[in-house]
């Protein structure tokens, strides 16, 4: 494994994996998804990229996949692994940049969900991830991207007004926490930076947090996809495998080598 470079995945929101899990007790939507597209795989060898805290990994590995997942905080690889334990010591999760990679074998299904991929911030970034993608495939692998589309309404709201995001209940203090966030969106790059301010009844702004994405438009994930030499097969607005149209929310891009 290359070493890597944690300057953009540096920011804490990235290193605290229970309150991570906290957070997104309510993402299970895509479960149905990519038991789907397992079971649709021509074997069940599975790569997941930026694979977080497992979330995706134990319905996977409870569904018969031979999981391997690539994650670059060190804290949620520990964490992941942690879980990973619990189901039989089946699947790991293994530290490394999903733009540098070499695990010396080819895998049936590769994705990367839940807009991880946005996190890949160049042009130059994402077509490093997708010739590691294309070296680890076979003629009839599948790989997938799962992003939001970027909605205006999203992108261009006002100046430091605060918008709410979600609310979980912390595991730790058990506190009910309410999270907002303000945005600050580049339309010449595509770079969208993040704050997150979370609250509770006792504590406004207890703790804020900043992180960056790149919007990805569909001209653009074209482009990068054929460019890398992918053939775009599918492209969904939903997980249930829908048509992608100007009014979708998501943008799932199926692509074989």
Known sequence: MSKFSMKEYGNTIYHDAQRYDDEHWWKTDDFPFWKKMLVEASGNKVLE????????????????????????????VSHANDKLQMENGQGKIILGDIRSF????????????????????????????LKCVIAHMHDKSRFIIDIFYPSPLFLYRPENMRFP?????????????????????????????????????????????????????????????????????????????????????????????
């Open 49 to 76: 990229l930026a694979a977080g805290t497992g979330r995706l990994a134990i319905p996977l590995i409870r569904s018969s996949a031979e999981y391997t997942g690539i994650e670059i905080s060190p804290e949620f």
């Open 102 to 129: 070499d695990l010396s074998e080819k895998f049936d299904l590769i994705f990367i969900g839940f807009n991880s991929f946005l996190h890949l911030l160049t042009d130059k970034d994402a077509s490093a991830c």
């Open 165 to 257: 995001t979600m609310e979980y209940r912390d595991s730790v203090t058990n506190e009910k926490t309410w999270v907002e966030e303000t945005n600050d969106y580049d339309s010449e790059t595509g770079i969208n930076k993040i704050r997150w301010f979370y609250s509770t009844d006792k504590n406004k702004d207890i703790r804020t947090y900043d992180f960056t994405m790149r919007m990805y438009w569909p001209d653009t994930m074209n482009r990068l996809l054929i460019d890398a030499g992918l053939s775009i097969e599918h492209v969904w607005g939903t997980y249930r495998k829908t048509k992608y149209s100007e009014n979708s929310n998501l943008q799932i891009y199926v692509s074989g080598v």
